[in-house]
């Protein structure tokens, strides 16, 4: 079976080999394809993949290439993790945001809109791609923001695309493992969008858990959503939110953290990944250490400035672990490939599942995979605060979608002025602006 990665040089690829390099069953991918715009990056990620190999039997072949159709052509499978604008575009992103006082994170807010913009045209060029010379593939959507582009591309690929997160995983691990819970037990019960949902439920042989959680404050701050939002605000809301809500609920807060930072979130990881391109492509050392030491770094250092504003300390030993989003992305690979049917929480068409947004609108919840694809599961009515939030945010995708595919300046500016995080229409007009002259990709916004 032939994979092929879009964004093939990029840092989070090598966990995405490694978790291939364990499955030993029939009908594991035995090709990997990697494809970046940039050929730099793409023999830096290669000789890491190359370290992770040996000593490997049989371990799966990679090839890099420079040129879309080739990469994409006799595929089964696509994961695309692009970044478009790179680094620099996301430092740009949160700069400008700041600038005006309003968020800067690149999924969130002004910055996620600002990603956006740039992201869907290109993804739905990919789409076509995809369609035109691989239609039975299947597609891993991985590409911030994750649900916005899961839905562009699906205007092309339908339900073969399906987008993946490893936040809802991973919170669910912690949240099991704060019970005493087997995580492998556990049913999360997750629902929203993409950085916008609540575990309200997490059953271990049919008995639901989290209110025995929720009653003990010592338990809910033992992890790091405990800590980062407190017991008592969770236990007002009844649910665990995903880690982003922090934008929404400490919004001031984390604004003036993000101000008062030496650094933006971005710019550090412009600095840190040149770093660690120049140094894995020196011949005379070691790409995968290297590599291992950066992602050590960069775990340590997630969302720093929120536990800043919240008080809530260095991350523990156990919060460190990967969400996992590379055996997120195997174990739906499996399932559709085997017919072994799982239970993922998946970005995917809302299908009637909830009630307050339409058919085609991507949600993140728990799906039913098998050899026909990811189907979500029956999730009790969001309760009013949640209905609020996810019909705003959907709405700003939904204009993201109107101006990527007309131009339209108007829609641009509207998608920035509906989100939750801008408070007026004036900060969406100079935010747009300012965009426009960081972003020369945002040139298309002129009608």
Known sequence: MRLTILGGGGFRVPLVYGALLGDRADGRVTRVVLHDEDPARLTAVARVLAEQAAGVPDAPAVTATTDLDDALRGTDFVFSAIRVGGLPGRAADERVALAENVLGQETVGAGGIAYGLRTVPVARAIARRIAALAPDAWTINFTNPAGLVTEAMAEELGDRVIGICDSPVGLGRRIARALGADPARAYVDYVGLNHLGWVRGLRVDGRDELPRLLADPQALESFEEGRLFGAEWLRSLGAVPNEYLHYYYFNREAVRAYQEAKQTRGAFLLDQQARFYAEAARPDGSALAAWERTRAEREATYMAENREAAGAG????????????????????????????????????NRGTLAALDAEAVIEVPCLVDANGAHPLAVDPLPYHAVGLVTAVKAVERAVLAAAASGSRAEAVKAFALHPLVDSVAVARTLLDGYAAAHPGLAYLRR
Do not use: C, Q
């Not at 991350?315 to 590379?326: F, V």
């Open 314 to 349: 260095e991350r523990a030993e156990s919060d460190l672990e990967s969400g996992g989003y590379e055996r997120v992305a195997l174990a739906l690979m499996r399932a559709v490939a085997r017919d072994e049917r799982t239970t993922l929480i998946l970005n995917v068409a």
